[in-house]
C-alpha cells in the first residue's frame, strides 16, 4: 500500500494514527465483551476505519457528520467520552438515547453527530437539509453523510443525490462499499462497474477512492473540502473498503470465500499505516506501545464507570412525556379588524404572516414558487420571501421531508406542501420512522408542518382525493390538525408552525374556495387539542372534523327540531377527549362522522375512547359515519355513494330512534 504524506507534519501523521488506532481498540474489546455476554448487539467497522477517521479529522468540530453503524471512528473522532459510548451501548442513562435505542442509532447536537435509522436511506435527505441550511446562513460549512453500497439502492438515495445537485448543496456522500449488504454481494446489488459511476446522471462530481488508506481518504477530502467551500456543490465518494466481520457478530462470515478475506486482511488500514510510520521513522515501537496503554487504560476506566451505572428504570411518565418536546402555547389574540375571506386565503395569510414572523423559516414543495403551488397558495411568495425561502422541488417527497429534519436539526423551521395529501405514501417512511420518533429516540425536535391538501367531493378519483389522517394519527409522535373554518385554519396553522414538533396538517380542498368568514387580518394563534362546540343541545352529541363538519352543520339545519352538540374536533392529535366525555355525558347519545373510510379511521378510536369512558352514560351504542371501505371514486355518482354526507341523517335519526 503505497501512503503520500504530501506536506502532512510527522505531529499531523501521528495524530492520525492515534485517530485510527483508538475504534480499533475499542472494537477488539467489544468483541471480548460481546462473547462474555455484556453488550446484545455490535455492527462492526474492523478495515474500515479509514474512511472514518478520515472524514472526521478533515471536518471542523462544527460541521455536521450523519455516520451509520460502522463508523465508531466519527464518535470517537469527535472525542466523545468513552464512558457514554459504552453506556449508549449498554442501554444506561448516561448514553444518549435513554436506552431506547441501541448501537449508533442516536444523534448529539453536542458533537454535531446526527445517526442513522434502520431504514438508511433518509439520512442522507437529512444531510441535505443541514447543508441547505449551511448555504442559507453562508457559514462555508461542509455536511458529510455515510451510507453503504447496499442503500444505494433506495429511492432515498437517489433523491437525495438529485436534490443536492440541483440546489448545490455543498454535501459529501459516502459510499462505504464494503462488498457485502448483510450476506448479498454487490454483483446482485447493482450492474454499473463502479458507484461512483451513478454521479454522473444526476450531475454530481464523483471519486473512487482506496478506503483503507488513510493518507488517500485524508488528502482528497482536505481538498475536496477547500474547493466545496469555494464553490459549494455535492461530491459523491465511493470509498472501496471490505468488511472484515459479520454484518453483525450474530451473522459471520461463512458466505464470504476465505480468499477474498484474506486479499483483504493483507490490506488492514491500521496495519498498514502503522508500519508505514515505522519504516519511516516516524512511530517507534515505545511510543505505540504507550499509546496503545493510554487508550486501553481510557477504555478499562470508561468501561468501569459505564458498569457501575445503575440499570434504567422504566417509568410510564417520563417515557410519554419525551414523545413530544415540551412546547406551552403562545396564546396571540387578534385585533378587531378582520375581513371576509376564504378558506384558501386563510392558509395563504397564515403561510405570509408565518414567514414575516420566522425568518429562519422555509417552504418547500412541487411548483410552489413562480407557479404559487397548484393551488395558488403560494402565489406571490417568492417576490416577497426569494426563492431561498420558497423553494421548487423535484417530485421526490421523501427526501424533502428528510430534508425538513435537516433544516431543523440545523435551527430553521420547515413547512412542507405535499402537491396532494395522496402523494404522501411516497415520503411515509421520514414521517413516520424519522420525525415522529426523533424527540423520543434522542430529544432532538423535528420543526417540520407538512402541510396536506386533501379530501373528495370533486371528482379528482383515487389519487387525489383521499383524507388519510388515520395513517398518522396512531403514530406516537406526531402532531395531526384539520380544521373545518377559515378562521381555525389560519389560528392553528399559525400554532402548528410556532410548534417544534412535527405537525400534519389537513386542508381540505373542496372547502378552499367553497368557504368564506371574516378573519382576523393580522397574525394570531389557536391552540392545539382543543375542540371547537359550534352548537349546543341535549339530544346527541356530534363529532366530527373537516368537511365532514359541514354535512352534520347542514343536516341539522334541514332538522331543526333535532337539538344536537356539534363538537368539531379540529386537531386530532392531541384530541379533546375532555370535550368529547363532556358532551357524551350531558347528551347520552353520540355519532362520529369522518370523511375516511370506516374501518381503523379516527372515529374508531374515539368511539372506543367513549365506550371505555363514558358507557354508564350512554343511552344508545356510539354510532359511527364513514366512507365506504373502498378506494374513493371518480365519477359523481359513485363518489357520492361512497362519501358518507348523504347517509348521515338517516344514521342520525335512527341513533335518536333507539
Known amino acids: 500500500m503505497n501512503f503520500d504524506r504530501k506536506n502532512l507534519s510527522d505531529e499531523k501523521l501521528l495524530d492520525l494514527y492515534k485517530r485510527i488506532l483508538k475504534p480499533r481498540l475499542i472494537e477488539e474489546k467489544m468483541l471480548i465483551l460481546i462473547r462474555q455476554g455484556k453488550v446484545s448487539k455490535w455492527f462492526s467497522g474492523i478495515g ?26 466519527v464518535f470517537t473522532g469527535r472525542d466523545i467520552p468513552l464512558y457514554r459510548l459504552f453506556s449508549q451501548w449498554q442501554g444506561k442513562a448516561n448514553g444518549f438515547t435513554k436506552g431506547r435505542d441501541r448501537s449508533f442509532h442516536f444523534g448529539t447536537q453536542q458533537y454535531k453527530i446526527i445517526g442513522m435509522i434502520s431504514h438508511l436511506g433518509p439520512q442522507m435527505g ?27 439502492s433506495e429511492g432515498d438515495f437517489h433523491e437525495a443525490l438529485n436534490i443536492a445537485a440541483v440546489w448545490e448543496l455543498p454535501v459529501m456522500f459516502v459510499i462505504e462499499n464494503n462488498g457485502y449488504g448483510l450476506s448479498t454481494p454487490t454483483n446482485e446489488q447493482y450492474r454499473c462497474e463502479n458507484l461512483a459511476d451513478k454521479g454522473v446522471g444526476y450531475g454530481i462530481e464523483s471519486h473512487i477512492v482506496d478506503g483503507n488508506n488513510l493518507l488517500e481518504v485524508y488528502n482528497l477530502l482536505s481538498e475536496l473540502k477547500a474547493s466545496m467551500i469555494e464553490n459549494p456543490r455535492p461530491v459523491l465518494l465511493e470509498f472501496q473498503t471490505f468488511r472484515m466481520r459479520g454484518h453483525e457478530e450474530a451473522s459471520g462470515t461463512k458466505y464470504v470465500p476465505q480468499e477474498l478475506m484474506d486479499m483483504w486482511a493483507a490490506k488492514d488500514p491500521v496495519d498498514n499505516y502503522r508500519n508505514f510510520l515505522i519504516r519511516n521513522k516516524i512511530l517507534t515501537s515505545e511510543y505505540d ?11 478499562e476506566e ?29 396564546a396571540i389574540h387578534p385585533s378587531d379588524k378582520t375581513e371576509n375571506i376564504r378558506f384558501i386565503d386563510a392558509i395563504s395569510s397564515s403561510l405570509r404572516q408565518s414567514m414575516e414572523r420566522y425568518e429562519n423559516s422555509v417552504i418547500m414543495g412541487q411548483d410552489i414558487a413562480e407557479y404559487g403551488g397548484a393551488f395558488k397558495i403560494t402565489d406571490g411568495f417568492v417576490a416577497q420571501f426569494g426563492k431561498e425561502r420558497v423553494r421548487n422541488t423535484p417530485i421526490c417527497e421523501s427526501a424533502v421531508v428528510s430534508a425538513g429534519m435537516g433544516l431543523s436539526i440545523n435551527g430553521y423551521k420547515a413547512i412542507v406542501e405535499m402537491q396532494f395529501a395522496d402523494f404522501v405514501s411516497t415520503g411515509f417512511n421520514p414521517i413516520v420512522n424519522l420525525l ?32 388519510n389522517e388515520a395513517w398518522f394519527t396512531k403514530t406516537p409522535g406526531l402532531k395531526v390538525v384539520y380544521p373545518a373554518f377559515p378562521y381555525d385554519a389560519k389560528g392553528l396553522l399559525n400554532a402548528s408552525i410556532n410548534d417544534p414538533n ?5 386542508e381540505h380542498k373542496q372547502l378552499y374556495r367553497s368557504l368564506s368568514q371574516d378573519v382576523p387580518t393580522d397574525y394570531y394563534t389557536l391552540p392545539l ?39 368539531d374536533l379540529r386537531t386530532l392529535q392531541p384530541l379533546d377527549t375532555e370535550a368529547i366525555y363532556a358532551s357524551v355525558k350531558k347528551t347520552g347519545r353520540v355519532i362520529i362522522c369522518q370523511e375516511d373510510s370506516m374501518f381503523g379511521g379516527v372515529a374508531s378510536d374515539i368511539s372506543a375512547l367513549i365506550m371505555e369512558n363514558c358507557f354508564q352514560y350512554l343511552d344508545a351504542p356510539v354510532k359511527r359515519v364513514a366512507s365506504l371501505d373502498s378506494p374513493i371514486p371518480f365519477t359523481k355518482a359513485l363518489e357520492n355513494q361512497y362519501l358518507p354526507k348523504g347517509r348521515f341523517e338517516k344514521e342520525l335519526k335512527e341513533l335518536l330512534e333507539y
Open 48 to 73: 474500515q476505519e479509514a474512511i472514518s477517521v478520515g472524514v472526521t479529522a478533515v471536518l471542523d468540530q462544527d460541521e455536521y457528520i450523519l455516520p451509520m453503524h460502522r463508523n465508531l471512528g
Open 126 to 152: 437529512v444531510a441535505d437539509g443541514i447543508a441547505l441550511a449551511n448555504k442559507l446562513k453562508k457559514n462555508g460549512k461542509v455536511t458529510a453523510v455515510f451510507t453503504g453500497e447496499g442503500a444505494t
Open 502 to 506: 412535527p405537525v400534519l396538517f389537513f
Open 289 to 299: 506501545e504507550a499509546v496503545r496503554a493510554e487508550i486501553k487504560n481510557d477504555i
Open 436 to 467: 415522529a420518533k426523533s424527540h423520543y429516540r434522542w430529544l432532538e425536535k423535528a420543526d417540520v408542518v407538512v402541510r396536506m391538501p386533501c379530501g373528495g367531493g370533486t371528482q379528482a378519483g383515487p389519487f387525489h382525493s383521499q383524507t
Open 529 to 567: 387539542g382543543k375542540a371547537a362546540l359550534l352548537r349546543e343541545g341535549t339530544d346527541v352529541t356530534i363529532v366530527s372534523f373537516g368537511a365532514a363538519v359541514h354535512w352534520a352543520l347542514e343536516t341539522l339545519d334541514k332538522n331543526p327540531d333535532i337539538k344536537a352538540d356539534v363538537l
Open 302 to 330: 470508561s468501561l468501569a464507570i459505564a458498569n457501575a451505572e445503575p440499570e434504567i428504570v422504566a417509568s410510564y411518565e417520563e417515557e410519554l412525556n419525551d414523545v413530544y418536546k415540551p412546547y406551552t402555547h403562545e
